[in-house]
């Protein structure tokens, strides 16, 4: 059994097909399928299912082998990256940020943390949450950035900033002047709904904990929509809070943002990876500067998973 049998393997959970696989890693389908064979040889069990008309399958002993594997291979590459280190860090992180936030996050991790980790090669990658949690399970990602909201169990979370709901309101609104706003003087308002997982049914919820329903005018798939239509005066939006955001549309008008009183949705982004990967060098110290340049109270410590089995493991508590 060698790296590269191990190398080759656990990248098959990527690809519908073994052709698929055998393109991308630069491999013949049959040297590919070889190796698979010599693996499953030396395990003594059947790692995949092959059939032409219906893909590329792993079996349950195949998709821990992968998993297993993957890991294998990380810490090969640390190792390598590690000799003849001294306090220099060096070689590539690949981050997953989610796309409502991406646009005030990205800019400062991209142009901050190279500037202290010269060595270090940043890899961005954005997108919804089931896009992101899909990469961190086929190992495409060393730890995403996302809201701390209906995760899966097993992952590991480190804090990044603290978050919560705020009213987005035209200057003219009747609130606009007002400290904080109450959701109920809102109800009746015509609402332009960011509509995207998870926030649809934090907002929902919000409403309904209150006895309340709010009036949809539309939904928009685009925070900066939501900003726009706002801007326009055409209704009010609740989006969660973000660091370095403007008070203005994207067409340059001005928007009102107002916090709730009472609050509601309170939450975290967090950096969250697989509990059964180990966080690279250069994974946690992006983590503990993206918690340095967007947190208000510095880095903070890793945060143990969660299982299914075991509720009371330590975690803590998107739009």
Same mark, same amino acid.
């Not at 491999?27 to 219906?54: N, T």
């Given at each position: ?70 890991? &294998? ?48 090669? &940043? ?68 609402? &332009? ?78 950096? &969250? ?47």
């Amino acid at each position: 059994m060698s790296l590269r049998q191990l190398e080759l393997f656990a990248a098959l959970p990527n690809f519908p097909t073994l052709s698929a696989a055998a393109a991308h890693l630069h491999i013949s389908e049959s040297a590919l399928s070889q190796a698979v064979s010599s693996l499953e040889s030396a395990v003594g069990e059947q790692l995949c299912v092959r059939r032409k008309a219906r893909g590329l399958t792993l079996t349950p002993t195949g998709q821990d082998f992968a998993r297993r594997a993957r890991q &294998i291979v990380a810490d090969t590459h640390e190792l390598v990256l590690s000799a003849g280190r001294e306090q220099e860090l060096r070689g590539p992180v690949r981050l997953g940020c989610y796309s409502s936030f991406a646009a005030n996050v990205v800019p400062e991790l991209l142009e901050g943390f190279p500037q202290r980790h010269p060595g270090v090669s &940043i890899g961005i990658t954005v997108g919804t949450n089931e896009e992101l949690l899909s990469d961190l399970e086929a190992g495409r990602l060393d730890v995403a950035l996302v809201y701390d909201v209906s995760l899966p169990t097993g992952c590991r979370r480190r804090r990044i900033y603290a978050t919560e709901l705020e009213a987005h309101l035209p200057p003219g609104h009747p609130l606009a002047a007002a400290e904080t706003v109450d959701l109920a003087d809102l109800a009746d308002e015509p609402y &332009i709904q960011y509509d995207a997982t998870p926030g649809v049914r934090n907002v929902a919820d919000a409403f309904t904990a209150r006895g309340l329903e709010p009036r949809i005018e539309a939904r928009v798939s685009q925070i900066g929509l939501v900003e726009a239509l706002v801007g326009r005066g055409l209704g009010y939006g609740l989006l969660m809070s973000r660091p370095h955001a403007l008070p203005m549309s994207i067409e340059g008008r001005p928007v009102v943002i107002r916090p709730l009183d009472p609050p509601v949705t309170v939450t975290h982004v967090v950096g &969250i990876w697989p509990a059964d990967m180990k966080l690279t060098p250069r994974a946690s110290a992006l983590l503990d500067f993206a918690a340095e340049r967007l947190g208000e109270h510095g880095p903070t410590d890793a945060i143990p998973a969660r299982t299914a089995s075991d509720d009371t493991a330590a975690a803590v508590p998107e739009h």
